[in-house]
């Protein structure tokens, strides 16, 4: 039992990942969907929370990137606060046509 605490003792603990280092993994882990605009979306951490912000043109881009978010190590939570390009158009011009 000594001994368990002992070697639990000399495991480094890990960094929590910041937000520069959580935008790269997620870009790297997006260039399998190159349809996604990684420059639209941003992450934000704290702590294991990621938030992410940004825009996306589908529901299912947007889940997407949080599903690949959920995949970054250290990551526990998801705060997707992407919104949907049609969304946003709709809101700001009353504009529904996608770019």
Same mark, same amino acid.
């Given at each position: 039992? #000594?001994? *368990?605490?002992? /070697?639990?003792?000399?495991?480094? /603990? #890990? =960094?929590?990942?910041? =937000?520069?280092? %959580?935008?790269?993994?997620?870009?790297?882990? !997006? +260039? /399998?969907?190159?349809?996604?605009?990684? *420059? !639209?979306?941003?992450?934000?951490?704290?702590? =294991? +929370?990621?938030?992410? +912000?940004?825009?996306?043109? =589908?529901? $299912?881009?947007? /889940?997407?990137?949080?599903? %690949?978010?959920?995949? #970054? $190590?250290?990551?526990?939570?998801? *705060?997707? +606060?992407?919104?949907?390009?049609?969304?946003?158009?709709?809101?700001?011009?009353?504009?529904?046509?996608?770019?």
């Amino acid at each position: 039992m #000594l001994t *368990d605490l002992k /070697a639990q003792k000399d495991i480094p /603990a #890990l =960094s929590p990942l910041n =937000s520069a280092d %959580a935008y790269r993994q997620l870009r790297d882990i !997006l +260039r /399998a969907h190159p349809w996604i605009e990684c *420059d !639209l979306i941003s992450v934000e951490m704290e702590g =294991s +929370r990621a938030i992410l +912000r940004g825009c996306v043109y =589908s529901t $299912a881009e947007r /889940a997407q990137v949080e599903a %690949a978010t959920r995949k #970054l $190590a250290g990551v526990t939570e998801v *705060d997707n +606060r992407i919104s949907l390009i049609k969304e946003q158009r709709t809101q700001t011009s009353g504009s529904t046509s996608r770019p």
